[in-house]
């Protein structure tokens, strides 16, 4: 019934109105259309500075995610490389080394596989 905020307005007004029992009807026409417009320029700036927060701000928010990420992950690489490898094991290499880290991520998505179930299995317990 009432979609948006200028016709809640209207109806509020012409509420007060009835209930006031304003005589003077041109100084209350007046004020209702003072009221409209300036309800309007306040909608107008707030999107417009919704608009440029959001366009002014999505650059900022980019380059902090970027820096966030970068600092985040800096540390955990750093650990990982200090920690030494596990094994892998690999087949013979036959000339295609695609296949053959194919062969490793299946192998190494396997082990994750039955260490999962294990952990399900024990209750989530080492």
């Given at each position: 019934?009432?979609?948006?905020?200028?016709?809640f307005?209207?109806?509020?007004?012409v509420?007060?109105l009835?209930l006031?029992?304003?005589?003077?009807?041109?100084s209350?026409a007046?004020?209702?259309?003072?009221?409209?417009?300036?309800?309007?320029?306040?909608?107008e700036?707030f999107?417009?500075e919704?608009?440029?927060?959001?366009?002014?701000?999505?650059?900022?928010v980019?380059?902090?995610?970027?820096?966030?990420?970068?600092?985040?992950?800096?540390?955990?690489y750093r650990?990982?490389?200090?920690?030494?490898p596990?094994?892998?094991?690999?087949?013979?290499?036959?000339g295609?080394?695609q296949?053959?880290?194919?062969?490793?991520?299946?192998?190494?998505i396997?082990r994750?596989?039955?260490?999962?179930?294990?952990l399900?299995?024990?209750?989530?317990?080492?």
């Open positions: 019934m009432i979609g948006n905020i200028s016709d307005l209207i109806v509020l007004i509420g007060i009835l006031s029992g304003q005589k003077d009807i041109s209350t007046k004020n209702i259309g003072k009221t409209l417009n300036q309800l309007k320029r306040t909608q700036q999107r417009q919704l608009a440029r927060e959001i366009n002014g701000g999505l650059g900022d980019a380059e902090e995610t970027k820096k966030s990420v970068v600092t985040d992950v800096t540390p955990t650990r990982v490389n200090k920690i030494s596990q094994p892998v094991t690999t087949l013979p290499s036959n295609n080394k296949e053959d880290k194919i062969k490793q991520i299946e192998d190494e396997k994750l596989q039955m260490e999962l179930e294990r399900k299995q024990n209750g989530n317990k080492n």
